[in-house]
C-alpha cells in the first residue's frame, strides 16, 4: 500500500508564491520522486524531479521559478514555486518518476492576473 497526500494549494495572484507538500505513507522513499500538474482540457504533466540524494531537474515552463526539496526521514516531498504565472494553474500531484504509485487526491492551485 502506499498513500500520496498533496497540500499547500490555493489561490494566489501573479507573481506570488506557494509552498506544496506531499506526504507519503506506506512506501519506500528511497526512490526519485517527482511532482507532477494537471491543467484543464491537458493531459497530466511532469514538472520537477528529485532523487535520493538531492540532484533535481526541472520542466523548462518552471526552470528558474520552482523549487522540488525533499526530506527522506519524513518521507516528504515539497515544491517551492516563486513567480507563478496564470499558466501555472492546475491540479498538483506528487508521484515516483520512474514507476507511478497510485495517485493522490492533488493539490489545487490557481493562479489570477
Known amino acids: 500500500q502506499v498513500q500520496l497526500v498533496e497540500s499547500g494549494g490555493g489561490l494566489v495572484q501573479a507573481g506570488g508564491s506557494l509552498r506544496l507538500s506531499c506526504a507519503a505513507s506506506?512506501?519506500?522513499?528511497?526512490?526519485?520522486m517527482g511532482w507532477y500538474r494537471q491543467t484543464p482540457g491537458k493531459q497530466r504533466e511532469w514538472v520537477a524531479r528529485i532523487t535520493p540524494g538531492g540532484s533535481t531537474i526541472y520542466a523548462d515552463s518552471v526552470k528558474g521559478r520552482f523549487t522540488i526539496s525533499r526530506d527522506n526521514a519524513k518521507k516528504a516531498l515539497f515544491l517551492q514555486m516563486n513567480s507563478l504565472k496564470p499558466e501555472d494553474t492546475a491540479v498538483y500531484y506528487c508521484?515516483?518518476?520512474?514507476?507511478?504509485?497510485?495517485w493522490g487526491q492533488g493539490t489545487q492551485v490557481t493562479v489570477s492576473s
Open positions: 508521484n515516483a518518476w520512474t514507476t507511478l504509485s497510485s
Open positions: 506506506g512506501s519506500i522513499f528511497s526512490i526519485t
